[in-house]
């Protein structure tokens, strides 16, 4: 394909998204933009000409269906939960993400979250501006302390391992649950989450989202960690029963939670913004500059490889063998 076939391409990309990626798919390809990912609002003119879509995730089969020429779907972010990828791979219709790009900026959010729900540090520096020190004296003790822990690790893919090496360095021992034991990892491994959670208790969840998935940290799991368990989710919000465990902050029975993510983003429930034993994030794990460009570039790269190669770069595992159609 040559570089002016490649730009008579139709890209579609349902409501807002990084300038950056915008910038350069308007430099490859042609673009086209609807509100939201809705099929309804699909044209006819789309439906002759669209070929790939880039997207923040939310393409159901039906949007994928409006389209009878697409080929690929770019999606910005590693997690991809809310593509119909099973659909798409029925469809010949290729998926990938951004893996590997956002690893470390996710996996130092992750520490920076641990730290801040066990020492308090939000709190503290609340405590300093608004005049706290000057008028009461210093912060509180934390009653929480990082040193003496035991992490597990639910999800021990490329984050939950750059996790691990970072814990490493703390001198904090190691556990995980997988679908399956990770070969040639030394950590101990739980082959449920239930026996990771009584054997450690300072619970990291990198897990993704899914059916297979929804829910797992329930308060079987919340009981097994423990009065002095801490919880942490830096994967999906899908992955937690929030009711259960903004109850079992409220009755003691974790002792705190640090989240990045949640179930209905970007509402949070009443129960965890009033709960003071949480350290609560907007979904920020990969928001620098830096990182940002690095998924958008790697997103658009990914349509540009598409169109000029016919191959994708990061295909997720569920349409890997998708051929590009002739």
């Not at 996790?163 to 190691?174: C, K, T, V, Y």
């Not at 239930?194 to 829910?215: M, N």
């Not at 929030?242 to 640090?258: D, K, M, Q, R, V």
């Amino acid at each position: 394909m040559t570089k002016t076939d490649q730009q008579a391409v139709t890209i579609l990309v349902p409501g807002q998204f990084n300038d950056h990626a915008v910038g350069r798919i308007d430099g490859a390809f042609s673009r086209v933009r609807i509100e939201r990912a809705d099929p309804s609002l699909v044209t006819d003119e789309m439906r002759l000409t669209v070929r790939g879509i880039a997207a923040f995730g939310g393409i159901s089969a039906a949007l994928m269906d409006a389209l009878p020429k697409l080929e690929i779907i770019a999606n910005f972010g590693v997690g991809y939960d809310s593509v119909d990828v099973h659909h798409a791979a029925r469809r010949g219709i290729m998926v990938t993400n951004t893996p590997d790009v956002l690893t470390e900026e996710v996996a130092d959010t992750a520490l920076g979250l641990l730290i801040n729900t066990i020492r308090e540090l939000p709190r503290a520096e609340a405590w300093l501006r608004n005049g706290s020190w000057l008028r009461n004296g210093n912060y509180p003790l934390s009653r929480l302390t990082l040193r003496g822990r035991h992490v597990g690790i639910f999800g021990m893919g490329r984050i939950g391992l750059a996790i691990a090496h970072r814990l490493d360095a703390f001198g904090l021992p190691i556990a995980y649950h997988n679908r399956r034991r990770v070969e040639g990892l030394s950590y101990d491994y739980h082959p449920t989450l239930k026996g990771l959670a009584e054997a450690v208790d300072t619970l990291i969840s990198v897990a993704p989202g899914g059916a297979s998935t929804d829910k797992a940290v329930n308060a079987e799991i919340l009981s097994a960690l423990g009065p002095n368990g801490v919880f942490v989710n830096i994967g999906r919000g899908s992955t937690v029963d929030e009711p259960a465990l903004a109850a079992a902050l409220a009755s003691g029975s974790i002792a705190a939670a640090g989240l990045d993510v949640f179930a209905d983003e970007p509402n949070v429930s009443a129960a965890l913004l009033a709960a003071p034993n949480t350290s609560l994030l907007p979904h920020v794990g990969s928001a620098s500059q830096h990182t940002r460009r690095a998924m958008a570039d790697l997103c658009v790269d990914n349509l540009v490889s598409w169109f000029s190669q016919r191959k994708a770069l990061t295909p997720v595992p569920e349409t890997a063998n998708v051929k590009a159609r002739p």
